[in-house]
């Protein structure tokens, strides 16, 4: 399934409830599969991982009876490299926008202790003068941002997956000065949609997250048990661990970063991550 979509329907909450009363509906009639829901009192969020199209068309029938509601549509396909953008409200597509991203310029490194654990997985891509990227370890995750070199640079992330960058480091041959951003400072919305493109790709192939409903990680659970594998809150997808990753010194890694990035996913196990350098 390389086809990820995140739907978000924002508005008034008593017009949320019934809306997503008569999409669930419509969802359910249309067949789309399984998904998942993620609502707040002024937010609804949907997100499907698809073989085929995005089920627009429950949406849109459902946003004519409620036209003050706006909905919004971020979609991604890893297989073709294309992400692109919707905005539907009254029944109508108010805007569209699609993208294709050079192939080959999304960098990971994934690290794994002995026991299949995960240590830590970043994605990244060039983005203008600087690097955007997602990071994710057993117990935390965040968006981030690096700039410079690896003789003198400047990281920003993220708290999880807000919109806002909460934390800044900066470093060079003298050492490392942290800062924590209060307020944080808000991330622009060109970058944020990147941002959630290389999360949402990266985790939908590589991740399985033990907060996930049982039905849709039955297979894993199993796996994991019949490996001998921890589960914890965020885990590595077995067939990555058991035909991707390659022994290393203390587990398994895989990279796709050469010899002038390197310093990036160092970068983030020294200060992000706080291992030892």
């Not at 891509?125 to 400047?154: K, M, T």
């Not at 919109?163 to 307020?183: F, N």
Request: proline share 5%; aromatic share 10%.
């Amino acid at each position: 399934m390389n086809l990820t979509a995140t739907i978000v329907v924002k508005g008034d909450p008593a017009l949320l409830r019934d809306y997503r009363r008569g999409v669930n509906e419509r969802l359910e009639e249309e067949g789309a599969g399984a998904y998942r829901e993620r609502h707040v009192d002024a937010q609804l969020e949907y997100e499907f991982r698809l073989k085929g199209g995005i089920p627009f068309p429950p949406f849109v029938e459902s946003s004519r009876d409620f036209p003050d509601l706006s909905i919004e549509v971020d979609w991604s396909d890893t297989a073709t490299g294309r992400s692109g953008r919707a905005i539907i409200q009254n029944g109508v597509l108010r805007e569209q926008s699609a993208q294709v991203h050079a192939a080959g310029t999304t960098l990971q490194d994934v690290r794994a202790g002995a026991d299949g654990r995960l240590q830590l997985a970043i994605v990244c891509a060039p983005w203008r003068d600087a690097w955007l990227g997602y990071a994710i370890a057993a117990g935390q995750h965040a968006f981030f941002r690096v700039s410079g070199s690896g003789e003198s640079c400047e990281l920003r992330a993220s708290d999880g997956v807000e919109a806002e960058w909460a934390e800044r480091w900066i470093a060079d041959a003298g050492g490392t000065q942290y800062a924590e951003l209060v307020p944080g400072e808000p991330i622009a919305a060109d970058e944020l949609r990147e941002l959630d493109r290389l999360a949402k790709g990266f985790t939908g192939e590589w991740i399985w997250f033990d907060e996930s409903p049982p039905e849709e990680t039955a297979v894993e659970r199993q796996r994991f048990q019949a490996y001998g594998y921890p589960v914890v809150a965020a885990n590595l997808r077995s067939e990555k661990l058991r035909k991707v990753l390659e022994p290393a010194a203390d587990g398994f890694a895989f990279e796709t970063f050469d010899e002038a990035s390197r310093w990036i996913p160092g970068l983030m196990r020294r200060v992000w991550l706080h291992e030892d350098a």
